[in-house]
């Protein structure tokens, strides 16, 4: 008699047991630990990209393709074709030891003859401008394979920003002689012993102010 009462006891013990066990995987979740909230990703703004830069860049490894690109970027406000032969004149028209001033003279007198109606009227057609032929290094060996440093590329690009040393749109000559209507002044190539002049239009009455 106590032997069955003992497992009868024990029966509804283990029954009772289950039910616990049951309740505590049911799907009401009850009694089940809730998840760790993940923490949010934070977001990442990209940083802007600096066109003119890219441009910089470009020009110092002669990528047309990402020139073009920053070209259109930059609404057309620099294009790569005139960055890159103004940055390559003035390199070739310069000495190595030139100091910056003589250099931007070199692209100011450039961009003058762009400017002026005694030339053509785009970076590219005055410096491949003949009969006779201006400037004589687009003609020699190696000139279109050169690419420019980028010490000449930032230099001719603080010229296309509008950086000048005369700030006088009538100074369209620079030679090894005097020529036009008067010499402004002369650049002394220490390297080579031998001076740059820059000069006066022939026809100073074009640029008359007033």
Not at 43 to 56: F, G, K, L, N, S
Not at 132 to 142: F, K, L, N, R, T
Request: charged share 20%.
């Amino acid at each position: 008699m106590k032997r069955t009462t003992l497992i009868k006891t024990l029966a509804a013990l283990f029954f009772v047991a289950a039910i616990v066990i049951s309740a505590s995987f049911s799907p009401s979740g009850q009694g089940v630990e809730a998840a760790p909230t993940p923490e949010p990703t934070p977001t990442v703004t990209p940083e802007p990209i600096d066109w003119r830069e890219v441009m910089v860049n470009a020009v110092c490894h002669a990528d047309a393709h990402g020139g073009l690109e920053a070209e259109n970027a930059l609404g057309g406000a620099i294009k790569y074709d005139d960055l890159y032969l103004l940055a390559k004149i003035i390199s070739w028209e310069s000495g190595p030891d030139w100091r910056d001033w003589g250099i931007l003279a070199i692209g100011e007198v450039v961009l003058n003859r762009v400017a002026s109606p005694e030339f053509p009227n785009t970076i590219r057609d005055v410096i491949y401008q003949t009969d006779p032929i201006q400037y004589e290094p687009v003609w020699s060996d190696g000139w279109e394979d050169y690419i420019p440093s980028e010490r000449y590329v930032r230099l001719a690009l603080r010229l296309l920003d509008g950086e000048c040393v005369f700030n006088d749109p009538s100074i369209v000559f620079q030679a090894l002689f005097p020529q036009g209507s008067g010499t402004v002044c002369a650049y002394h190539d220490d390297d080579l012993d031998n001076d740059t002049y820059f000069c006066w239009s022939y026809e100073p009455d074009y640029y008359a102010v007033g």
